[in-house]
């Protein structure tokens, strides 16, 4: 655990992201995993039916991401302000609401799957194990939500370590079962469904054991434990507006998604191929993101706002910066990395991913001003502000695909996410700094009221 509220801003944020950098890395190493051992041993077909649902799942997991970060904000506030009674109350409402969204989310999507994909204009060649892979995403719900849940408490905290460790053994297994479901036991696309899930349990477990033994800070004593209507909504007031966040921007990616898989089953393969690879790119945001999400929360309990400000300009500099240097190494070496996925396919699919992730590389950097300002917004209680820039991301992507796909096709899809995060950035700096201006003013009316 680490008190974020002394020290080199810079430094405590990219020490606290470097784990979580890694197991960004990781869980996307056993995505490419999934989609390399698909694409290689089941082919092009099976590769756009694992793809093909992708936006779906960057929904649910980012979702479940979001709505966890938001339940263990007013933990690391109060671990910030020293408060560990309040903390504790805060770890079992959070506890509380966690098991029943694992319980509505999956019952609500496990029974939807088949008119999701409808949705997202599966095409029919590849509905049917497109559908398999997803019910069984769908059904490790639960296992997504206690990993982040647990790992965003001990996050909150200031333990970015122990998470990596276990999400690393988690991906390890990954790969290992990915070999033996697809290529010893032939269970195709399911069997890559199948491995995932399994992971994700046992970096769960994982967690919840490491919690009951090895950090006594957070341990719950039986008389708290008992549900608190005030911190239940405090906490719904961050989680449901930062889910919602995440979903925002999912469903844009599932409407660029659905007009891309409109295209046929070459475009669904590299834009497949693409995303994947994005994905990987985004981890360094992500890290920087949950991590000064985090610092802002601790100290924002702490009360130092200049010290904020600080850290948010470091920060969000540094991320810009990644972002440059990323576009440049995407616009050079697109035909080699994704050579991982489409070796030998023949077609046009190579060509069509190549142009895709070349354009990527164009607005990469505009991502760092995004993800900053909205960590900023988050950490300092604002979700739903947070949320708003989120909306007008949204807008962008899906004014891209509505207007420009039926004219320039898979072109127009290439530029849809430059467009959102070009919007997102635009909007995002006015707002978080006029929400740190009312966050200073609201914690000296604290402070006065104190005094007196």
């Known amino acids: 655990m680490e008190d974020m509220t002394a020290g080199s801003p810079l430094a405590l944020i990219l020490r606290f992201s470097l784990p979580l950098l890694l197991g960004n890395l990781l869980q996307q190493a056993y995505h490419l995993a999934d989609a390399a051992i698909v ?73 939807s799957c088949r008119q999701i994909l409808a949705a997202l204009q599966v095409p029919g060649e590849i509905f049917l194990p497109a559908w398999q892979y997803l019910s069984v995403i769908f059904l490790a719900i639960p296992f997504t939500l206690f990993y982040n849940w647990f790992a965003s408490v001990m ?107 409109s295209l046929g089953t070459a475009c669904a393969a590299a834009y497949t191929a693409a995303s994947r690879l994005k994905q990987f790119a985004l981890c360094p945001f992500d890290a920087i993101a949950t991590a000064v999400s985090a610092f802002v929360a601790q100290n924002y309990g702490a009360s130092r706002m200049e010290r904020i400000r600080e850290g948010l300009r470091r920060a969000t500099l540094a991320a810009v910066l990644y972002g440059f240097c990323a576009g440049v190494l995407l616009l050079v070496f ?39 300002c909205r960590a900023g917004l988050q950490g300092t209680g604002f979700a739903g502000r947070a949320m708003g820039t989120s909306l007008v991301s949204m807008a962008a992507r899906i004014l891209v695909c509505l207007c420009f796909v039926g004219t320039f096709g898979f072109g127009a899809i290439t530029w849809a996410d430059q467009a959102a995060w070009l919007a997102g950035a635009a909007v995002s700096l006015p707002v978080l700094r006029h929400a740190l201006q009312e966050a200073g003013r609201r914690l000296e009316a604290d402070a006065a009221e104190k005094g007196d």
Do not use: K
């Open 39 to 111: 694409g290689r041993t089941l082919g092009a077909a099976a590769l756009a039916a694992v793809g093909s649902t992708s936006s779906v799942q960057f929904l649910v997991t980012g979702f479940c991401q979001s709505l966890c970060l938001g339940f263990a904000i007013p933990v690391g506030q109060r671990f910030g302000a020293g408060d560990m009674r309040a903390m504790h109350r805060f770890e079992a409402a959070g506890t509380f609401l966690t098991v029943l969204s694992a319980f509505f989310l999956t019952l609500g999507t496990v029974f």
């Open 155 to 261: 996050r909150a905290v200031g333990d970015s370590r122990t998470p990596f460790l276990y999400l690393t053994a988690a991906s390890l297994l990954n790969v290992l079962l990915d070999c033996l479901f697809i290529m010893v036991f032939r269970w195709g696309v399911p069997g890559a469904a199948a491995a995932t899930a399994l992971s994700q349990a046992a970096s769960a477990f994982l967690c919840l054991r490491a919690l009951r033994h090895r950090f006594p800070l957070l341990a719950i004593s039986p008389q708290e434990w008992s549900f608190r209507a005030d911190e239940s909504r405090r906490l719904l007031a961050m989680g449901i507006p930062m889910g919602l966040q995440w979903s925002v921007i999912a469903v844009g990616s599932m409407v660029m998604q659905g007009a891309n898989n």
């Open 334 to 372: 697109a035909r080699p990395l994704n050579r991982i996925f489409l070796a030998g396919t023949q077609g046009s699919e190579m060509e069509l991913a190549v142009l895709c992730l070349r354009r990527l590389g164009c607005g990469l950097w505009l991502l760092g001003i995004t993800n900053g």
